[in-house]
């Protein structure tokens, strides 16, 4: 099942993605469906059950190209959980480059963690704005996401992917320059306003039984710049979710991003950052295409 959020009538409301490619509203395939995607996600696998069958017969919806589409969980009630150094060929490229408190020389023994404030995400074809004057050093990265489901503490890896929903595409924007000068703490060069793209949809674990079969693809004006499978991740999906829950209770539509492989930016030569005109396309196989243009901060 394909669940996404959707702007009908001017209201943002939970639609998924029916038989006949065309999206429809959950209110109107389940009795008692919840509007909106958080309210599906909590509402536990009998109703994600329900959907999913009502969706593969159902038709007659919005086209999906008429569809205007918000980030799935367009305001994530906590912040979003984030991976650094996931592939190792992405450590690698940047080694010597970071500088500062932010240089590392060998990939950490546990997942580098920190997170991403809520104002930053947007949706599909959402601006994301440049920071300049604060910054001309702006850059991409294509992640899978993943979509908690059923929340809990102290998950062992071996059921970790039973607490998942469903995975999407973010890409974890960042301004290079500020995320170095913070004496190693990436936060704030990871939290300018929009720089959270999420979607297009969310596609359940059902569509998705192995996270590390996947393969992700950072496009920049039609030009690829990333290209790598997730098996690659030094720390597997299960294993994240294990390090992120001990002590600390996962909650259901917890969004959590997974890390970038290589190819970013910063870390090219000479070294590439994004203008206002630019389009990033993020696509991972089995979800879609997650496509932004970069805009001014005026604008």
């Given at each position: ?208 039984p192995d996270p590390q079969a996947l393969h992700l693809q950072a496009r920049i004006n039609g030009v690829v710049k990333q290209d790598a499978p ?63 243009p970069v805009v001014g901060r005026g604008a």
């Open positions: 099942m394909r669940i996404a959020t959707l702007v009908t009538g001017g209201a943002a409301q939970a639609g998924v993605v029916a038989a006949d490619d065309t999206l429809v509203p959950v209110a109107g395939l389940a009795s008692g469906a919840p509007s909106d995607v958080l309210g599906v996600i909590e509402g536990g696998p009998e109703l994600w059950g329900r959907l999913g069958a009502a969706a593969a017969t159902a038709k007659g919806g919005t086209p999906l190209s008429e569809a205007h589409l918000l980030a799935p969980i367009p305001r994530p009630r906590r912040n979003v959980f984030c991976v650094g150094w996931n592939y190792s060929e992405h450590f690698a490229e940047g080694r010597g480059m970071r500088g500062g408190q932010d240089e590392q020389a060998e990939l950490p023994e546990y997942p580098s963690l920190f997170s991403k404030q809520p104002n930053g995400v947007v949706g599909p074809e959402a601006a994301v704005r440049h920071p300049a004057p604060v910054s001309d050093q702006l850059d991409w990265e294509v992640e899978l996401a993943v979509v908690v489901g059923l929340g809990g503490a102290d998950i062992p890896a071996d059921r970790a992917l039973q607490h998942v929903f469903g995975y999407t595409i973010g890409n974890d924007v960042s301004v290079r320059d500020v995320q170095r000068r913070h004496g190693g703490q990436w936060f704030k060069g990871k939290n300018f306003d929009t720089h959270l793209p999420l979607g297009p949809w969310i596609v359940t674990t059902d569509e998705i997730t098996r690659y991740m030094v720390f597997t999906v299960a294993r994240i979710i294990e390090e992120l829950s001990r002590g600390m209770a996962l909650e259901p539509g917890d969004v959590i991003l997974t890390g970038t492989p290589e190819g970013v930016g910063f870390a090219r030569k000479p070294p590439e950052f994004l203008k206002p005109g630019d389009v990033m396309e993020l696509e991972i196989d089995e979800i879609g295409v997650l496509r932004n």
